[in-house]
C-alpha cells in the first residue's frame, strides 16, 4: 500500500477539507497516503460547507499513482467561470451540466448577504447566463450555483 492522492482545489471560502471514500470522512490534509490501488471518491469542503462535486482517483497497481485520471465529464462538471472579472455592468456565468435540471444562481457578499437569486434551468452541456451588475457597489462578492449534484461557487469583483 503505497499509493498516494494530492488533491488541489481552488476557489471556494476558507479553508479547505478532503474526503477521498466521498464525503463520508474528511480530513484537514489535502494529501493522502498509504493507498491501496483502486479508484478513490475525492470531494472537497470549504470553511461554508460549500462541496465540490465527486471526482474519481485512480491508484494503479504498478506504478502507485496515476495522476490527473479524473473523468472529463467530472472536469467540465465541476468548471463554473464568471466574466469579465473584474467586471463593471454585467457579467456572463457558465458552467456545463450533464443532466437536464433546475439550478439556483446567487449572487452573495463576503457577510453572506445574497443580494439576488434566481432559478435557471441547464441544459446538457455549456450553460451560460447573463447578470445585469447595474447598481451593484465596487466590491468582492461570490457567485454560487446550487445544483442536484452539489454547491459551486466563485468569486467576482465588481469596479
Known amino acids: 500500500m503505497n499509493g498516494k492522492i494530492t488533491v488541489i482545489a481552488s476557489g ?3 479553508y479547505f477539507n478532503y474526503s477521498k471514500n ?15 490501488h483502486g479508484t478513490y471518491t475525492v470531494k472537497v469542503k470549504d ?6 462535486l465527486p471526482g474519481n ?11 490527473g485520471d479524473f473523468s472529463s465529464n467530472t472536469t467540465m462538471d465541476n468548471s463554473l467561470t464568471v466574466y469579465p ?7 456572463t456565468v457558465t458552467f456545463y451540466s450533464t443532466t437536464e435540471e433546475v439550478c439556483v444562481l446567487k449572487m452573495v457578499d463576503v457577510m453572506g448577504r ?10 446538457v452541456g455549456e450553460n451560460q447566463f447573463q447578470m445585469n451588475l447595474t447598481g451593484i457597489s465596487r466590491g468582492i462578492y461570490f457567485i454560487v450555483l446550487e445544483r442536484g449534484e452539489g454547491v459551486m461557487q466563485t468569486k467576482m469583483v465588481v469596479e
Open 12 to 14: 471556494g471560502s476558507g
Open 114 to 123: 445574497i443580494l439576488f437569486s434566481m432559478n435557471a434551468e441547464a441544459i
Open 22 to 36: 466521498g464525503g463520508l470522512a474528511y480530513q484537514s490534509s489535502n494529501v493522502f497516503t498509504a493507498l491501496a
Open 47 to 52: 470553511v461554508l460547507g460549500c462541496l465540490s
Open 57 to 67: 482517483a485512480v491508484v494503479g497497481p504498478s506504478c502507485g499513482v496515476r495522476e
Open 85 to 91: 472579472n473584474p467586471a463593471k455592468d454585467g457579467a
